[in-house]
């Protein structure tokens, strides 16, 4: 599981370390109202460029980037909290299923997979599809792989780096007049050749698909997109405790909710959507403060807010000050969308560590996740 803790607190200290960007934006408005001297402008000015740096420039001492760190970590410790226990195959409800696909580095319950071999039909409220829990496990893979190569995500306004994203699966097809239902499960590790930049060499029944992924946060917020989006709109069963051919409920997470994944969770669905949707906000602001930032120059020696390029001047600074309020914000908002989850879910699963192993962003699937 992932250990949301550390995240939560930094974004706390530092989101009150930063909070001095509304009265630097107020200075600012005041400084060109009163527009008395260049010099207090541009004292104004080098306030929000020194702002900006530690928005879009810091780890640790970024609100927004602590903020969408937490949004992301969110993403990934909610299925690892509830992954290996996602109904999911290619059956059509007759017989025993065509069979299993085996997805590997994925949190399974005491392993690093999750077998798809439900007999059940697929579909939203349903078992999960193999299609759809290929889209899910490509994000989450490229999410994994990304965070473990580069020790996190790079800060807001740096370039990503390159991340060569690969993984397998394997098909083991029954015998019998099962293992054609819905074509069978060979199909899926049978694929070769290129497809929307994705490389695909399927043998022996194994399937190995990679990509090159630019490790960025927009990027790893688009992936956590993905995550969240095949959840809301697939809303699988999740296996009974006792039996893993019966639908079960929320029972193993402490929460009192029978039905599919959208109805027992969906609290922590609705909160965790909300989070990435904010993260992704907070980064679209940061390359605006970034393209602002390459644009700025120092106050005119003879400032007049009345000529047509210094009003056009002062209004950028605003719009500097205004963006990063606006990420200030939105970090917080991302704090309060997780406070909206139930506090014995975050305590207990989003931000528990299981004897220590497998738990941190940058470490992957390990057997204890």
């Known amino acids: 599981m992932v250990k949301n803790t550390g995240e939560l607190k930094k974004l706390s200290d530092t989101y009150e370390n930063l909070s001095n960007l509304l009265s630097n934006f107020n200075n600012l408005n005041q400084a060109v109202t009163n527009a008395s001297s260049p010099s207090e402008i541009n004292a104004a ?22 903020a969408v760190s937490l949004a992301l970590n969110a993403a990934v410790g909610l299925w690892n909290v509830i992954g290996y226990a996602i109904m999911c195959g290619n059956g059509n409800g007759t017989g025993s299923g065509p069979g299993s696909v085996i997805f590997n580095n994925q949190p399974g319950s005491g392993t690093t997979s999750i077998t798809c071999n439900r007999y059940e039909a697929t579909g939203p409220g349903r078992s999960m599809s193999i299609q759809e829990f290929e889209k899910l496990n490509k994000a989450y893979q490229a999410i994994q792989q990304a965070l473990k190569s580069g020790n996190g995500f790079p800060v807001l306004d740096g370039k990503g780096t390159e991340v060569k994203v690969e993984y397998t699966y394997e098909c083991k097809q029954n015998n019998g007049s099962s293992s054609s239902i819905n074509g069978g499960v060979n199909q899926f590790c049978q694929k070769n050749g290129s ?29 956590a997109s993905t995550i969240m989006n095949v959840l809301n709109t697939q809303c699988p069963l999740v296996r009974s405790t006792h039996n893993e051919n019966t639908p079960g409920n929320g029972s193993p997470w402490n929460i009192n909710q029978s039905g599919n994944a959208c109805q027992i969770f969906s609290a922590e669905f609705s909160a965790v959507t909300s989070m990435i949707k904010n993260a992704q906000e907070i980064v679209a602001q ?28 002062a209004q950028n600074m605003l719009n500097h000050a205004q963006a990063q309020a606006k990420m200030l914000e939105l970090a917080d908002q991302i704090k309060t969308n997780l406070n909206a989850i ?16 497998g738990t941190l962003p940058d470490q992957g699937v390990t057997n204890n996740t």
């Open 45 to 66: 000015i080098d306030n929000l460029r020194a702002n900006t740096q530690g928005l879009t420039g810091e780890k640790d001492n970024s609100p927004a980037y602590q």
């Open 195 to 223: 497809s929307n930049g994705v490389t695909s060499n399927g043998s022996n029944n194994k399937e190995t698909q990679s990509f090159t992924f630019t490790n960025t946060a927009q990027n790893l917020l688009e992936q």
């Open 286 to 313: 940061a390359q605006s403060l970034n393209a602002k930032e390459q644009s700025n120059q120092n106050a005119p020696q003879d400032f007049n807010p009345y000529t047509s390029s210094d009003r056009a001047f």
């Open 342 to 357: 139930p506090t014995h879910f975050v305590t207990d699963y989003l931000a528990a560590c299981r004897n220590g192993g």
